[in-house]
Nanobody, 115 residues
Framework: QVQFVESGGGLVQPGGSLRLSCAAP????????MGWYRQAPGKQRELVAG????????HYPDSVKGRFIASRDNAKNTGYLQMNSLKPEDTAVYYC????????WGQGTQVTVSS
C-alpha cells in the first residue's frame, strides 16, 4: 500500500513554530496534489493545506490561513508544513496524503501546543 511518512511533530508553547515533513512513497508518481490533514481527539480529520502538483497553488482553511505555510519539493518527493503562531487548538495528529485523500493513512506526527 502507498503510505506517506510524516515527521517533525513535538511539544511547543503557544506562539511557537514547528516544521513538519512528509515523505511521499517512492512508488507514487507525479503529478499529484498533496494535502496536509490533522485530527484532534474526538474530532474528525480535517484538511489544513492542499497543494497543487507544482506547489504553485495552495488552499488553506480559515483556521490556519496566515499562520501555516505548505510547500513541496518534487525532486525530493517531500512536502513540508511550516506552522507558526501555534495555538492550543492546533494540537492534533498531523498527516499527509493525496488531496483529496485516498488509500491508507500513515502514522502521523503528534503536535502538542501547550504551556
Amino acid at each position: 500500500q502507498v503510505q506517506f511518512v510524516e515527521s517533525g511533530g513535538g511539544l511547543v508553547q503557544p506562539g511557537g513554530s514547528l516544521r513538519l515533513s512528509c515523505a511521499a512513497p517512492v512508488r507514487i508518481s507525479n503529478p499529484y496534489t498533496m494535502g496536509w490533514y490533522r485530527q484532534a481527539p474526538g474530532k474528525q480529520r480535517e484538511l489544513v493545506a492542499g497543494i497543487s502538483s507544482d506547489g504553485a497553488t495552495i488552499h488553506y482553511p480559515d483556521s490556519v490561513k496566515g499562520r501555516f505555510i505548505a510547500s513541496r519539493d518534487n525532486a525530493k518527493n517531500t512536502g513540508y508544513l511550516q506552522m507558526n503562531s501555534l495555538k492550543p487548538e492546533d494540537t492534533a495528529v498531523y498527516y499527509c496524503n493525496r488531496w483529496p485523500a485516498m488509500g491508507s493513512w500513515g502514522q502521523g506526527t503528534q503536535v502538542t501546543v501547550s504551556s
